[in-house]
């Protein structure tokens, strides 16, 4: 039976605060991702293993503020959508999980064409995917959720390590084969996507990468629900209800955060320069969980860093116009690979393996600066972005007013 007085959130029932740190999320995500459309070894590539100088000091950059805590704001950020999306839902009456389980299933075809199609570094699967999951704890109490939070976390991060370890075993202990193998993947990635027509390339991500994002989606699960789980403890704890109240505890977040997270990246690139010796066989398994715990830490110092920056002053004025992209995350985050493609891709530019750290960096940001302009002379206009539009049409199954009039 049709369900009356269904309807997405409305601009006026916008957090503006939320909306911002989604697009500041957009930037941390874009910046980490370049290094995956423009190169095929990503997980290879710390910052080490370049030559001193510019080259050297990008890749120190993007790893000490980036990589790993952007995508766990993201992660946090759909957490707390959840809640946001099913408060509303239960608060007018309506059956949570038919509309919620249409929206989930429209995320993962999205993900899924993203994947096939255009790129497979693509997260919306597996958020569709663990989204299903954070459904069963939408009636689970506080405490429940925080013992769930911690424990996933710890699971997460010694599946990771022990994954990490065993990825980089073989470079260890057969360096030369190893080697061998690598520069031959990474020359004809190199070759097919400078040069092959997109039904090549498409048929070629589905033999040789999209079997590896399967598997690698079961290894994600923990950690991205244990983010997810986060943002759903905050939204309901209700901390983003009435943020004036709670900028104390935003500013000890972001203190302590930020503290605590630095030690941990400190002790990530002791290791990494060697001046803490550490076992090669160990080296990168206890980098990527060393990373990851630091993220932990300071993924909370940056949605607070946002979020006290947006209240007022300077920085209010100059995050407020990010704040239209996070409106339209899905359609920026979605555009951001339609460009790339274009840029790197041989049917476009066919940069794919030429652009080096620094020069990414400068695209990364002339690709953003471009979508917050787009997205604030969009939303003069439209209501929702134009693939959100779309995914509340598949939502709630009735055609959504898209023009402010």
């Given amino acids: 039976m049709e369900q009356t007085g269904i309807a997405p959130i409305q601009a006026a029932e916008r957090i503006n605060e939320i909306d911002i740190v989604r697009g500041v999320a957009l930037f941390g995500i874009l910046i980490v991702n370049m290094s995956f459309y423009k190169y095929p070894v990503y997980m290879e590539r710390i ?4 030559p001193e100088g510019l080259e050297r000091l990008s890749a120190m950059f993007i790893q000490l503020f980036f990589t790993g805590n952007f995508y766990a ?19 007018k009456g309506l059956e949570l999980k038919p509309l919620y389980r249409r929206r989930l299933t429209a995320l993962l075809v999205f993900g899924l064409l993203h994947i096939v199609l255009f790129w497979s570094g693509d997260i919306l699967f597996t958020y569709a995917l663990t989204g299903f999951i954070l459904l069963a704890f939408r009636n689970v109490s506080l405490e429940a959720i ?7 976390f710890v699971f997460a991060f010694f599946f990771n390590t022990v994954v ?3 990825k980089s075993a073989g470079k260890f202990l057969a360096p030369e084969k190893y080697q061998v193998i690598m520069d031959e993947m990474i020359s004809s990635a190199i070759i097919m996507y400078t040069e092959g027509t997109f039904v090549e390339l498409t048929l070629y991500r589905l033999v040789n990468e999209i079997p590896y994002v399967v598997v690698g989606v079961i290894f994600w699960i923990p950690q991205v629900l244990a983010f997810f789980l986060c943002g759903l403890y905050a939204g309901r704890k209700g901390i983003f209800n009435d943020i004036p109240a709670h900028v ?6 972001r203190t302590w955060g930020l503290l605590v997270g630095g030690v941990f990246l400190l002790l990530y690139f002791l290791i990494d320069y060697g001046i803490l010796a550490v076992h090669p066989l160990l080296n990168v398994s206890l980098l990527s969980g060393i990373n990851y715990i630091a993220s932990i830490f300071i993924f909370p110092a940056y949605v607070s860093m946002i979020i006290l920056g947006a209240q007022a002053g300077f920085w209010k004025k100059v995050l407020t116009p990010v704040g239209e992209a996070g409106k339209m995350a899905l359609t920026n985050y979605l555009s951001q690979t339609l460009i790339c493609v274009i840029i790197f891709y041989g049917f476009g530019f066919g940069l794919y393996g030429r652009v080096s750290v620094s020069a990414g960096i400068l695209i990364t940001i002339a690709i953003f600066l471009v979508q917050v302009a787009w997205s604030n002379v969009w939303m003069r206009k439209f209501k929702y972005g134009p693939m959100e539009w779309f995914w509340r049409l598949l939502t709630y199954k009735k055609k959504q007013p898209f023009m402010i009039k």
């Fill in 73 to 91: 704001v993201f992660s946090f950020l759909f957490g707390l959508g959840f809640f946001i999306f099913m408060d509303r839902t239960m608060k």
């Fill in 146 to 152: 925080k013992k769930w939070i911690l424990a996933l």
């Fill in 248 to 253: 104390p505890m935003f500013k000890k977040i």
């Fill in 164 to 166: 990490s370890f065993f």
């Fill in 47 to 50: 910052p080490s293993q370049f």
